[in-house]
């Protein structure tokens, strides 16, 4: 069974830091381009991070550049979201999806998503 599984999630201060993990089973990430995605309330889903299948090329969008770190471990099959000096603007439920690029089209699987809240 193909799955992605989130966990990390939680109530954090302003400030502080959480690691997201997302792991897959059912199939090898490596294989896999991965990205967090983050979805507030009433709001779109939006890339936080992406990583290439074997990490050496990550991409971040400026409002978390520098704060978020993406990395990989193909050997666990996981990949994680390092989440530092949290800001209130980032509580959301973030979702780890997987694409596999291939010629006849990608292959996309999503997690069920992990709740993040920054708050005093």
């Known amino acids: 069974q193909v799955q992605l599984v989130e966990s990390g999630g939680g109530l954090v201060q302003p400030g502080g830091s959480l690691r997201l993990s997302c792991a897959a089973s059912?199939?090898?990430?490596?294989?896999?381009?991965v990205s967090w995605y983050s979805q507030a309330p009433g709001k779109e889903r939006l890339l936080i991070a992406r990583?290439?299948?074997?990490?050496?090329?990550?991409t971040y969008p400026d409002s978390v550049k520098g704060r978020f770190t993406i990395s990989r471990d193909n050997a666990k099959n996981e990949v994680y979201l390092q989440m530092n000096n949290l800001k209130p603007e980032d509580t959301a439920v973030y979702f780890c999806n997987a694409r596999l690029v291939r010629a006849s089209g990608p292959v996309d699987y999503w997690g069920q998503g992990t709740r993040v809240t920054v708050s005093s």
């Open positions: 059912g199939f090898l990430v490596s294989n896999y381009h």
């Open positions: 990583i290439s299948t074997t990490g050496v090329t990550t």
